[in-house]
């Protein structure tokens, strides 16, 4: 659907979206190569029209999605007295 979105009513958006979504369509040409499939020459070829190498695993996609372990980012330190339970009767 995406890529006739692209053909045919806006390929500059239509880009935007397989680049927004590019994790995903590597994982999926990876899980189609790694099961012998046909359609993966497919998504392989869609793959690379967008910019940059395609990752070599799964460990890559997700690095290139970004994921990883959680960052505290808001400013209060995770051991800080205030984020402990109340004690006794002063709740």
């Given at each position: 659907?995406?890529?006739?979105?692209?053909?045919?009513?806006?390929?500059?958006?239509?880009?935007?979206?397989?680049?927004?979504?590019?994790?995903?369509?590597?994982?999926l040409?990876?899980?189609?190569?790694?099961?012998?499939?046909?359609?993966a020459?497919?998504?392989?070829?869609?793959?690379?029209?967008?910019?940059?190498?395609?990752?070599?695993?799964?460990?890559?996609?997700?690095?290139?999605?970004?994921?990883?372990?959680?960052?505290?980012?808001?400013?209060?330190?995770?051991?800080?007295?205030?984020?402990?339970?109340?004690?006794?009767?002063?709740?």
């Open positions: 659907m995406v890529l006739e979105f692209a053909a045919r009513v806006s390929p500059e958006d239509g880009f935007e979206l397989l680049q927004r979504y590019r994790p995903s369509l590597e994982l040409r990876l899980a189609l190569l790694r099961d012998n499939l046909p359609h020459c497919v998504v392989e070829l869609v793959c690379s029209t967008l910019p940059g190498p395609s990752p070599e695993d799964e460990s890559a996609v997700a690095r290139m999605a970004g994921y990883g372990p959680p960052t505290e980012s808001v400013g209060l330190d995770a051991y800080d007295p205030r984020l402990l339970p109340m004690t006794g009767g002063n709740q």
